[in-house]
């Protein structure tokens, strides 16, 4: 498994697959930063596939805890 989020860096809290503008998927990413605000981050089918792949993930609630970092990786 991954490694998870460290002290004081945004942590991924939630994701879910939705339809994009084009008919094609994407992952809708929920971020909690060290402050404790929350934002979502969209990103196309290919960023999410990476993503889902760089956390050894089968399924979206298997990305909670991840760190924010994972979505950079092999960008």
């Not at 809290?13 to 992952?27: K, M, N, P, T, Y």
């Not at 196309?44 to 956390?55: H, S, T």
């Amino acid at each position: 498994m991954s490694p998870r989020a460290g002290e004081g860096e945004a942590v991924i809290v939630g994701a879910e697959v939705v339809a994009g503008h084009d008919g094609s998927a994407e992952l809708v990413v929920r971020l909690r930063h060290a402050n404790g605000a929350e934002a979502p981050l969209v990103l196309d089918e290919e960023a999410g596939l990476r993503l889902m792949r760089n956390c050894g993930a089968s399924h979206v609630d298997d990305l909670a805890g991840q760190s924010w970092r994972r979505i950079l990786e092999g960008s």
